[in-house]
């Protein structure tokens, strides 16, 4: 099972598996659909979109790397707006909102994941938006709706994630027994990792559980 410590870290796996697998996937099906409607120029131009939107989507990543924030808003609206039907736009969704949060603009932050919720229809990339809005709805002080995103993701793989930050909810929210309960149960996922998940992520997890005062056996999920 592969752990991911960092949304970057979950976002990079998600990018690299659709660079290796979406154009086949996607390739597929249009062959399917030019064979039916015998539609060789329309396969022909839905790959030059594809291509365009690649080509966008890397301009854009280029742009964020050389921090010129505004170009690479630019690029990530043109991909929402003139190829939001590539998984392209959904990435550049994710880096907006990442942006959107980092200058604090939480609303349009939201607004980025909601939009990646409602159209990308790709589990990963939903589940990553889901994981985002709930630390935005925690950094807000809304406890509840952060818990409510929680509960909508489905992926074993991001357990670990889901668990320790949940605990850092119940800490907020002063329940400290379902704080303690939920970083015993990261740090039970990490054991149960096949990879070698990082000392550093399982000492901050400990530290955590001493700060509230012991690590209790887990005994089940807190609701």
């Given at each position: 099972?592969?752990?991911?410590?960092?949304?970057?870290?979950?976002?990079?796996?998600?990018?690299?598996w659709w660079k290796e697998?979406?154009?086949?996937?996607v390739g597929g099906v249009l062959i399917g659909i030019g064979i039916l409607?015998?539609?060789k120029y329309w396969i022909d131009t839905k790959n030059y979109h594809a291509a365009a939107a690649s080509m966008e989507y890397e301009a854009m990543v280029q742009s964020m790397a050389q921090n010129k924030t505004l170009e690479a808003e630019t690029r990530a609206a043109s991909l929402l707006g003139q190829y939001a039907d590539t998984p392209y736009a959904a990435f550049?969704?994710?880096s907006m909102a990442k942006i959107k949060t980092e200058a604090d603009d939480l609303?349009?932050?939201k607004s980025h994941l909601r939009w990646v919720l409602d159209n990308s229809g790709q589990e990963e990339l939903t589940q990553e938006a889901l994981i985002r809005l709930a630390?935005?709805?925690?950094?807000?002080n809304n406890y509840d709706d952060a818990l409510a995103q929680l509960k909508l993701v489905k992926s074993d793989k991001h357990k670990i994630v889901i668990e320790e930050l949940k605990g850092d909810i119940y800490v907020a929210k002063g329940e400290t027994e379902n704080a303690r309960t939920a970083y015993s149960m990261?740090?039970?996922?990490?054991?149960?990792?096949?990879?070698n998940t990082s000392s550093r992520l399982?000492?901050?997890?400990q530290m955590k559980i001493d700060d509230l005062g012991g690590s209790p056996i887990p005994q089940g999920e807190p609701g």
């Open positions: 099972m592969d752990v991911y410590t960092t949304e970057d870290e979950q976002v990079e796996a998600i990018k690299k697998n979406w154009l086949s996937l409607f015998g539609g550049a969704a994710l609303v349009a932050a630390r935005i709805y925690l950094a807000e990261a740090l039970a996922e990490m054991d149960l990792s096949a990879d399982r000492n901050f997890l």
